[in-house]
Structures are given as C-alpha cells and as structure tokens.
C-alpha cells in the first residue's frame, strides 16, 4: 500500500493536454520533501521524467513539465503523443516509514 | 556516461535465499548511493534498500529483517540477498543509482518464487 496517490488511469487525444496527480501528506509531499516522476514504457525499466518536481534530464522533451502545491503534486503531459503512452510513477521520501516510496501508479492512454 | 547491468538466478523455491548482483559502468561509483528496487507483476513499484562506497545502508523497514546490501568497490558492484523468500517476493527486480532520484536504472531480473 503506498502513501502517495495517484489515479489509476488517465487518457487524452493525440494534442491534447492531460495532468497526473499525486497526493500525498505531511510526512512526504507536505513535509517539503522533493517528487520525481517516472515514466515506464511496458516491458522496460523506470525512466526518470522529472527530478526535484519540476527539473527534467537531458534529453527529456519539454512536453512534461511538474508542478507542486501543499501536498498535492502534477505532472502535465502537452501536445500529447502516441509514445507517451505508458505507466508514470511519483517518488518521493517519507519521514514516517524511513523510505523512500512510490506513487500508486498512472497508466496513460492515448485515444 | 553510466551503465548499470545486473544478474543473478531467476527461479526460487519457497524459503530459498534471493541472491542478486548489479555492475557499474563509468565513473563515480562512489559519488552514489545505490538502490534496488522491485515490482510485482503487473503492480507499483517498491524501494528495497541502498548502499554507498562504503558500505552503509539504508533499508526499506518493512524488509528490513530479510535484506541485505552489500558493496565491492574494487568491481564496482553491488548486491542484494533477500532471504526466506514466499510467493510475495515474486517480481521484477530493478538495481538503480540514486542521484537527485533515481536516474539509471539496471535491465531488470524477474524473480519467480514458486514450488
């Protein structure tokens, strides 16, 4: 069972703009501690999508973009494409459980 | 750049010991904290533990009292032994470093525990 939430699925038109949630509390996302996001393509490992809620790697397109607000935290896809569909992930740390913990997962269709 | 590859047995029987290993390539082996991380077949993902150069650890508390990590800096490797293993454990096994996050991850090794 994770402490961090996120809808199970989601789902938008090619172009379109679709946001992922993840909610947390106070001894994670509220307590000031830094969200990553993950995007995993199926059958492959994790790829980190954005760091320190709003940085992305090198090489990540501009697309995804993340933001933060109390305990809540999104991650916005735009302008959105066939090869973003996949499973996101949020992480963060939780101060209460010693661990660093994962979202519950977002599987993100392209209609 | 960094490369991270890892390998270990695959097929467990119940009770038996979960022995994993994971190779870096490329340079800062030491600068890091490194993972492993695991997910069940068609669920979340789930932080194990982590190690550094030298040798301290972090473990996840609720497999705190199975799991080991340990380090060899001398191959840049790092391992994972997980023991009494149950059908639970039955999953895709990720080594990963630990940059701001978690930024290069390993192939992955799926980990059947059945009798």
């Known amino acids: 069972q994770s402490v961090l939430t996120q809808p199970p699925s989601v789902s938008g038109a090619p172009g379109q703009r679709v946001t992922i949630s993840c909610t947390g509390s106070s001894s994670n996302i509220g307590g000031g501690y830094d969200v990553h996001w993950f995007q995993q393509l199926p059958g492959t490992a994790p790829k980190l999508l954005i760091y320190?809620?709003?940085n992305r790697p090198s090489g990540v397109p501009d697309r995804f973009s993340g933001s933060k607000s109390g305990t809540s935290l999104s991650l916005a896809i735009t302008g959105l494409q066939a090869e973003d569909e996949a499973d996101y992930y949020c992480q963060s740390y939780d101060s209460s459980l010693n661990s660093y913990v994962f979202g519950t997962g977002t599987k993100v269709t392209v209609l | 750049q960094v490369q991270v590859q890892q390998w270990g047995a695959g097929l467990l029987k119940p009770s038996e010991t979960l022995s994993l290993n994971c190779a870096v390539y490329g340079r800062s082996f030491n600068d890091y904290y490194w993972s492993w991380i695991r997910q069940p077949p068609g669920k979340g993902l789930e932080w194990i533990g982590e190690v550094n150069h030298s040798g301290y650890t972090n473990y996840n508390p609720s497999l705190k009292s199975r799991v080991t990590i340990s380090v060899d800096t001398s191959k840049n490797q790092f391992s994972l032994t997980l023991n009494s293993v149950t059908a639970a454990d039955t999953a895709v096994y990720y080594c990963?470093?630990?940059?701001?996050?978690?930024?290069?991850w390993g192939q992955g090794t799926l980990v059947t525990v059945s009798s």
């Open positions: 320190a809620n709003n």
């Open positions: 990963a470093r630990k940059g701001m996050s978690f930024d290069y």
